[in-house]
């Protein structure tokens, strides 16, 4: 069983910097790409940033394209997130998430890290 958790939320003013992590646990050798989401009130939750365990290849949503950085370290046992230019719609629940390999979506999820950002 995989298990994630998360660190690194704190409340911070617009333009501040944030950097998330997850540390990783159980057969990584199963996972195919880790991901963060986050959910804000109301809303539902959303993929930011992904990034596949064999080749690297990253992804993000268009609303954070240039501001945010996914990496893990070399052994793939720690996943972070470089949050840069934070803005209020920044704010939200960040959770980390493992997709196993060939599996159509995210199925292990970390608790959730709090990140609030204040204009």
């Known amino acids: 069983q995989v298990q994630l958790v998360e660190s690194g939320g704190d409340s911070v003013q617009a333009g501040g910097s944030l950097k998330l992590s997850c540390a990783v646990s159980?057969?990584?050798?199963?996972?195919?790409?880790m991901g963060w989401h986050r959910q804000a009130p109301g809303k539902e939750r959303e993929l930011v940033s992904g990034i596949r365990n064999d080749d690297g290849n990253v992804r993000y949503a268009d609303p954070v394209k240039g501001r945010f950085t996914i990496s893990q370290d070399s052994a793939k046992k720690t996943l972070y997130l470089q949050m840069n230019s934070l803005k209020s719609e920044d704010t939200a629940v960040y959770f980390c998430?493992?997709?196993?390999?060939?599996?159509?979506?995210?199925?292990?999820w970390g608790q959730g890290t709090q990140v609030t950002v204040s204009s």
């Open positions: 998430a493992a997709k196993r390999c060939g599996a159509v979506s995210f199925g292990y």
């Open positions: 159980g057969p990584i050798w199963s996972i195919c790409e």
